[in-house]
């Protein structure tokens, strides 16, 4: 069984940055997709920014390009999240996932592994 264990987080000021990682174990196969979806209440979750452990390709939303920076520590088996110039529409709960396979599709449903999750909050 996969297990994703989250941190990071918090409240920031407009501008500022944050850092999420997300470690995972319970796998035995490297090629595999972990990344980040969040949400907002009333919305879909939105698959923010994914990464294929086994070659290293990554998917990023539009609205987070050139901001957000997902990488890895295959040692580690841990993920991270590197957020700047964080904007208040970044405003959600962040979700780690992990998908087993070498598609890392940007929807929701493609996950079957997700983590608890953890707020981030930007002010304006």
């Known amino acids: 069984q996969v297990q994703l264990v989250e941190s990071g987080g918090g409240s920031v000021q407009a501008g500022g940055s944050l850092r999420l990682s997300c470690a995972a174990s319970?796998?035995?196969?490297?090629?595999?997709?972990m990344g980040w979806f969040r949400q907002v209440p009333g919305k879909e979750r939105e698959g923010v920014a994914l990464?294929?452990?086994?070659?290293?390709?990554?998917h990023y939303a539009d609205s987070v390009k050139g901001r957000f920076t997902i990488a890895q520590d295959n040692a580690r088996n841990t993920v991270y999240l590197q957020m700047g110039s964080l904007k208040p529409e970044d405003t959600a709960m962040y979700y780690c996932?992990?998908?087993?396979?070498?598609?890392?599709?940007?929807?929701?449903?493609?996950?079957?592994?997700w983590g608890k999750g953890t707020q981030v909050t930007v002010s304006s």
């Open positions: 319970g796998y035995t196969d490297s090629s595999n997709c």
């Open positions: 990464l294929y452990t086994s070659g290293g390709s990554t």
């Open positions: 996932v992990f998908r087993i396979g070498w598609a890392c599709p940007a929807k929701a449903y493609a996950y079957i592994y």
